[in-house]
């Protein structure tokens, strides 16, 4: 793996995991809408991750042999999350209720989303130390090919 895949791979990791903690932040800022502009409330977001694949060469040949080290991740795409069921609270006050009384609200829940807030985070911090890392590496070996 050259000096430069290590930085591409660590970039593309630190774009992923931006892109992440700016769907995370939507999704917090979101957690009390009951209407949205589609009619009904809003729905979390999740991203999925992938592989990102070049289609050169030479990286298609490593990984037919088995000696491939990857060219980093981008997201695919920005889903909602169907799985986790809304949350119905009773409030025959609110605008929003139904003829029975009840709200339904997102089902963002606010411990999940800081937990994976500090996940995201913490991802980013260690692309950051790996392209530091990097950036270490390449500088010592300019040094030496100086002296």
Sequence with gaps: ??????????AS?????RLRTDVIANNIANSETTRTSNGGPYVRQTLVFEEKRDSVF???F?????????TGVKVDAIIQDTSTPMNLVYDPDHPDAD????????????????TNLIDATRAY?????????SKAIASKGLEIADA
């Design 1 to 10: 793996m050259g000096l430069f895949n290590s930085f591409n791979i660590s």
């Design 13 to 17: 990791g630190m774009t992923a995991e």
């Design 58 to 60: 030479k990286n298609v």
């Design 62 to 70: 490593e990984r037919a042999m088995g000696d491939y080290n990857g």
């Design 99 to 114: 003829e029975n009384g009840y709200v339904t609200y997102p089902n963002v829940n606010i411990v999940t989303e800081m």
């Design 125 to 133: 911090e260690a692309n950051v130390t790996a392209f530091n890392a």
